[in-house]
């Protein structure tokens, strides 16, 4: 019970840091400036970066030679299924992008569908949420396979604190654009909100799922940061840069990928 307990807090901050993000709408009812908004997409986008590699490969090429494989097998095989795994999804699943510099001009992706489009923009943040909770409920998992190792554990704390703390702007990001859609503060905070409720859940899930499957950690841990990549370079990077030219959004991918790499490096 010990991981699926470790797995629940850590997926359960991030699921916080959603949810106070998404109360911003309470203080804002117009839309964050674009730089601003352009610079939390580019932070996300590093955070999960450097996530995918220091959290995530790396531990997953090590696990492999560790066990006598060849390490890059899995975490290239692996890597190309999360891939795979997120192209399925954003194909099958209705979901609509937000788009804060034209609100109402989006169009929705994967299967037609009638639902609203409050609803269409809450499944998109939710695609994202499934690869980071499952990232973070697999180095927990990773740490319990190896006896509790304290390193390991505090490794996965801080990506845990990476990931939640670049999900503050994520939820507002989402709660705000509801707002201009015509709901309530009240509905688009408890929407924006509950986008995160399945970081939990999946981090979970995964923690038992790794549990009776021990030998597969290295190739879950590449598929989870695959999930992870396809996410950033589908949708956050080239969201961090519309409209006119500008460089915020370079630099908050910038900062996002240091301070990721500082929290694994220094706390791991």
């Known amino acids: 019970m010990t991981p699926i307990l470790w797995a629940a807090g850590g997926t359960g901050f991030t699921f916080l840091m959603t949810t106070l993000g998404a109360s911003v ?19 996300a986008a590093g955070v999960m970066i450097a996530a995918s590699v220091w959290s995530l490969l790396i531990p997953a090429i090590e696990e492999a030679e560790a066990k006598g494989g060849i390490g890059w097998i899995p975490a ?92 503050f702007p994520e939820g507002a990001a989402i709660s705000l654009p509801l707002r201009q859609e015509g709901l309530s503060a009240k509905n688009a905070f408890i929407k924006g909100s509950l986008s995160g409720i399945v970081e939990p859940v999946f981090g979970i899930l995964t923690v038992i799922i790794a549990g009776s499957i021990a030998p597969l950690m290295p190739w879950l841990l590449s598929f989870a940061a695959g999930a992870m990549m396809y996410v950033v370079v589908e949708e956050l990077i080239p969201e961090a840069h519309l409209g006119e030219h500008s460089n915020v959004g370079t630099l908050g991918v910038m900062a996002g990928f240091l301070v990721m790499m500082i929290l694994d490096v220094s706390l791991g």
């Not at 809450?122 to 390193?151: C, K, R, S, W, Y």
Request: proline letters at 5%; aromatic letters at 10%.
């Open 76 to 167: 290239a095989g692996g890597f190309l299924l999360g891939v795979l795994f997120l192209i399925v999804l954003d194909s099958i699943l209705p979901h609509l992008h937000p788009d804060m510099s034209s609100p109402g001009m989006n169009k929705a992706e994967g299967v037609s569908s009638s639902w609203k489009r409050t609803t269409l923009l809450v499944m998109a943040v939710t695609l994202h949420n499934i690869p980071e909770g499952m990232a973070v409920g697999l180095a927990f998992a990773l740490a319990a396979q190896h006896g509790g190792d304290p390193a390991l554990y505090t490794s996965a704390m801080a990506l845990a604190i990476g990931i939640g703390i670049q999900n």
């Open 25 to 43: 709408v309470f203080f804002f009812r117009k839309e964050v400036n674009q730089s601003v908004q352009r610079v939390f997409l580019g932070f």
